[in-house]
């Protein structure tokens, strides 16, 4: 109950400290999201639609993605990031720096898009195999169909993103592995919780959990509403 | 302009190996309904396919208004989207009734065709339903907003494949008034492909039996009901078995 008055205190204060968790968390798990959604639809929709050499190993590969636990991604990510890793080695500008981040997006970008691809892939699939057939004789391209597809498995790929969005703004072990949850710089929701709850803060880390919890369900409802949404021009 | 919309020469199309459809020498005329019968298996769906420029001839070239389409040559898609298919399995897009006739002219970026759209629905006789959901119809209803999704396209020509298999008589009565409007004012070339021979008897003016992939007999109506030259057409046009 405490916490739960915490957490109204801390929103109506909008306290600045809390503002800037909440909108590192949104905008590290956004980011990630948009980059999954831009190579997992396009991906899950040509490995749903298409028959080609190594499809079925790119499936399981794609399932074992899909459960993928985020701290062996965090430690993964790390490896490569870090200053004697593969890629921190490079010190391209193009690389985030493990810290940063620039290196929670990369971290979570993989612990996501496998899952929008993976339900993209099954959504896809399950679209009746010849309205491909009846789309192209209406004179679509191959585009066309693909999009036509896309469009009938709709309501699957938003679940892909809302499953792949959940995956991630929940998600405590990469970031905390990758972006060591510095205050004013890496901290998110999640990451803050752990701290709070070790420090036994708890109505500030149930006020956080709130928080999370409330962002997490508001998401779901906007996503929802666009399922509700069809095509009609 | 020729008087000539397909000519088909020496095409074939086999899947796995296995031949399912040869054509030598066909040609289909502008402005005619030609019927194609004859038992399932018999290649008439797959020379749809064809036609439509879906799949591709294993060998052979279909010429369609002086271009050709053969195993190594495409069609312009501005050709392509001259022709276009019903299915005898209507599949209609998850939208609303009229969101389903107006995809075709989306897909080739024509805007302002509403009033092409409504004038579709009229034909089919649909327009108060427009704005349902497609997955909310009856198969009759369904299948006419099919027909009104290809005419409204204006094809010069329409392939329709079993188009009122599944229908009930008052559905195939209108679907067969809908198509024979459709030829008589567009002049649009119609091949429909049936089980049917009374259906084949009542639309069209040429006929072609297809037996195991082949032409058995083609001819125009009169000849293939009154004076059938192959005796497997005279059995078929009995309602006997000729397989």
Known sequence: MRGLAEAFRLIGTLDPALLEIVALSLRVSGIALLISALIGIPLGALMGLSRFRGRKLMIALLYTGMGFPPVVVGLFVYLMLSRSGPLGQLNSPLIPQLFTPGAMVVAQ?????????????AAVMGVDPYLRQQVQALGATRWQTVLAVLAEARIGVIVSVIAGFGSIISEVGAVMLVGGNIEGSTRVLTTAIVLETRKGAFELAMALGIILLSISFLTNVVMLRLQGKTFDA | M???????????????????????????????????????GAGKSTLLRLLNFLERPTSGSIRFL????????????????????????????????????????KLRGRRQSAGQVQAALEQVGLTSIAQQKARTLSGGEAQRVALARAMVLQPDVLLLDEPTANLDPYNVGLIEEIVRTLNVERGTSLILVTHNVFQAKRLAHRIALFLEGQIAEIADAEEFFGSPRDPRTAAFVRGEMVY
């Open chain 1, 109 to 121: 970008t993989i612990i996501s898009f496998p899952l929008v691809a993976g339900f993209t892939m």
């Open chain 2, 2 to 40: 020729s008087d000539v919309v397909y000519h088909l020469e020496g095409v074939s199309k086999s899947y796995n190996g296995r031949l399912v459809l040869r054509v030598d020498s066909l040609d289909i005329r502008r402005g005619e309904i030609l019927a194609v019968v004859g038992p399932s």
């Open chain 2, 66 to 105: 002086d271009s050709e389409f053969s195993p190594e040559r495409t069609l312009p898609l501005e050709l392509r989207r001259r022709v276009t298919t019903v299915f005898q399995r209507p599949i209609l897009l998850n939208r609303t009734v009229w969101a389903n006739v107006a995809y075709g002219l």
